[in-house]
């Protein structure tokens, strides 16, 4: 896993940083240089099939930080983990984690809400729950599916990854 995302420190939109993670070419039982053209292509469909795919969300996060804009995703998949929690321990310290990281005012990786749903998440977080996050993670994951998602299939990256994908497809078929 290190290997693989080990670009991700790295901001750069070059492909060859996106390679990075990847293991080298010779280590083809890698999964992500597995992957199909038709998988990496269904990608395209739904921002949602994009980011259940593990290569798919890798690439994704490696495109936004190559763009100084994966605090939405950071946050996305913080909260994926927050809704996992059991503990109300944990949840109380998950929560303080993500409202000092993402959602308080001039956080370090401050996310871009409104007022109204900045200020309802930071009462709702006074009383975690496993639900509490919903809301501003919808807004997130929305704002991600219309701006930042379309970019990226539109990035050399995203380009890039298609034509290696079909490539790795033609040398297996032969």
Not at 32 to 46: H, P
Not at 47 to 61: N, P, T, V, W, Y
Not at 70 to 80: G, H, V
Not at 153 to 172: C, E, F, P, W
């Amino acid at each position: 896993m290190k290997t693989r995302l080990g670009c991700l420190s790295h901001k750069s939109d070059s492909y060859s940083d996106f390679s990075e993670f990847l293991p080298p070419a010779n280590e083809t039982t890698a999964r992500c240089l597995k992957v199909s053209t038709d998988e990496v292509v269904r990608w395209s469909e739904s921002f949602d099939h994009l980011l259940s795919h593990k290569c798919g969300l890798a690439a994704f996060r490696t495109f936004l930080k190559s763009e100084f804009s994966d605090e939405n995703i950071e946050f996305w998949m913080a909260c994926e983990e927050y809704k996992k929690l059991k503990s109300s321990t944990k949840l109380v310290s998950k929560a303080n984690k993500i409202l000092h990281e993402f959602i308080d005012n001039q956080a370090p990786r401050e996310i871009n809400i409104d007022y109204r749903t900045r200020e309802k998440t930071k009462q709702t977080l006074k009383v975690p729950s496993p639900t509490s996050l919903n809301e501003v993670q919808s807004k997130v994951y929305s704002l991600m599916e219309k701006d930042s998602y379309p970019r990226f299939l539109r990035s050399k990256m995203y380009q890039d990854i298609v034509n290696r994908a079909h490539t790795q497809g033609q040398r297996r078929s032969v």
